[in-house]
């Protein structure tokens, strides 16, 4: 495939709107460029306008899986935009638009890659690329596949998010939560006879602070970090509120993961219910787990020159190099019945840049990542 027909799939997937939905129109699209090169994907389609989309090519083992997401974050004030974030506008050596970087630069990279070497006849092994929906909101696509087994014998998985070339080996996970503080109102010149819902949600907030401070640094994603984001009660001055709740938000760690921050969470709220005055509940919104890769590994070794391999053609591009990010990703989701699956994530600019207005992808870096991709593959079953 020439580089004008590979910037034309990019566009392609940018004109069409997935914002937190529609990735049924992605997953036809993709499924019928791929049967014009004699590949079967399936759509897995799980709700109106929205799908998964899996495509197996060759047999045995190892599996090497290959996971990108269809979605996109919303649009937000497109009078805010230079050109349009539909328009896939080409200016220079950039494709503007929603998902430029994150991420369909990496699922178009990853098809188009996959296309060249089955059709080269260079394809050595059995790779499982999974393609999913709502990875921005929820994971509904990545759980799915999860509990369809999909991810159960993988023996590695690249996951294509922006990283301008650069090899992330580990991130953190994502915990979201809520707290509900339920209580007794009563007039607040009496407050002895109530019970104030927001004073156990201070109680909480103090304690949370240090809460996790005894937790050892994770050789590779550092503290756990978390933090208390979202804080309602009470509705009149001069009433002690019976209701109260606050949302919080953790980045687990592989040293101290969603298990044991979920454990320390609910010792806390059992200790302040002891106490007597409002009850606390805990509500796991969210449970992203950590991924973690030995940098010395021959995966993560291998990512990497491939990566510096093919971006050397573009030498105005920085050297690629081993990093690691705090957000989450799809492998979140598919570590949970895989947990020691090796994990890299590897595509094109640029991360800074994610759900930004203006959003972006070079075309030097897009192509240079098919390259890696390609060049990764093969490698891997070699």
Not at 31 to 38: F, I, T, V
Request: charged letters at 20%; one cysteine or more.
């Amino acid at each position: 495939m020439d580089k004008a027909s590979k910037i034309k799939v990019l566009r392609d997937l940018l004109q069409i709107d997935t914002a937190n939905g529609n990735e049924l129109a992605v997953a036809t699209y993709l499924q019928h460029l791929l049967q014009q090169y004699g590949l079967a994907a399936k759509v897995l389609e799980f709700a109106p306008n929205r799908a998964n989309l899996v495509l197996d090519i060759g047999t045995g083992d190892p599996v090497l899986g290959i996971t990108g997401h269809m979605d996109t974050v919303a649009l937000g004030d497109t009078d805010q935009w230079t050109y349009s974030p539909l328009a896939a506008h080409v200016q220079g050596d950039r494709i503007y638009g929603r998902g430029a970087a994150d991420m369909k630069s990496g699922l178009a990279a990853q098809v188009l890659a996959l296309i060249e070497l089955v059709s080269a006849g260079k394809l050595p092994g059995h790779v499982r690329w999974l393609a999913t929906a709502g990875e921005e909101y929820g994971t509904p696509g990545a759980n799915r596949l999860e509990k369809a087994g999909l991810a159960r014998d993988l023996a590695a998985l690249v996951v294509g998010e922006p990283t301008s070339g650069n090899i992330v080996y580990a991130h953190a996970g994502s915990f979201n939560y809520r707290v509900v503080s339920q209580g007794k109102a009563v007039h607040s010149s009496e407050p002895s006879q109530g019970k104030n819902a927001l004073a156990a949600l201070v109680d909480f907030c103090v304690a949370e602070r240090t809460l996790f401070a005894d937790v050892p640094a994770d050789p590779y994603l550092g503290e756990v970090k978390h933090s208390v984001t979202i804080m309602h009660g009470g509705d009149q001055v001069n009433t002690i509120p019976d209701h109260a709740e606050l949302y919080g938000n953790i980045r687990a760690t592989k040293v101290f993961g969603n298990e044991l921050v979920s454990q320390r969470l609910q010792k806390l709220v059992a200790r302040i219910n002891a106490q007597g005055q409002a009850q606390l509940t805990l509500e796991v919104l969210h449970d992203w787990r950590p991924v973690g890769t030995d940098p010395e590994s021959s995966l993560v070794q291998l990512a990497l020159a491939s990566s510096q391999a093919a971006y050397a053609a573009y030498p105005d591009h920085a050297e690629p190099m081993l990093t690691t990010i705090n957000g989450a990703t799809d492998a979140s989701v598919f570590v949970k019945s895989n947990p020691d699956l090796p994990v890299v994530l590897l595509g094109p600019d640029d991360w800074n840049v994610a759900h930004q207005v203006d959003e972006y992808t070079s075309i030097s870096s897009y192509l240079a990542t098919i390259e890696a991709y390609k060049k990764l593959i093969v490698g891997y079953f070699n």
